[in-house]
């Protein structure tokens, strides 16, 4: 069973930067991918980036290209997402997902997250 625990968030002025961490455990690395996703008040659930584990490729969407950058440490079974340049649109409940399954499915597909972790920019 994979389980999924965020820790990082916090309040930040605008421009500056945060990493949240995401502790895994129960997950294999040889299939699938990982991902973060975020939720803003009164809006959905967004897709913010995936991680594929054999090939250690990143893609984040266009709204935090080149501010994002997500990477894995396998020795500590930790996902990051660093987090600079900072903005006030950038303030949600930050969630870590896995997904077990070959190919990476659309995000909107993804089923196993963690409880989230609250980031506040202010301007």
């Known amino acids: 069973q994979v389980q999924l625990v965020e820790s990082g968030g916090g309040s930040v002025q605008a421009g500056g930067s945060l990493r949240l961490s995401c502790v895994i455990s129960?997950?294999?690395?040889?299939?699938?991918?990982l991902g973060w996703l975020r939720q803003a008040p009164g809006k959905e659930r967004d897709w913010v980036g995936t991680f594929y584990a054999r090939s250690s490729m990143n893609v984040t969407n266009d709204d935090v290209k080149g501010r994002f950058t997500i990477s894995l440490d396998k020795d500590k079974n930790t996902l990051y997402l660093q987090m600079n340049s900072l903005k006030p649109e950038d303030t949600a409940m930050y969630y870590c997902?896995?997904?077990?399954?070959?190919?990476?499915?659309?995000?909107?597909?993804?089923?196993?997250w963690g409880q989230g972790t609250q980031v506040t920019v202010s301007s």
């Open positions: 997902a896995a997904v077990p399954v070959s190919p990476c499915p659309a995000y909107w597909h993804w089923t196993t």
């Open positions: 129960g997950y294999s690395y040889n299939s699938g991918c």
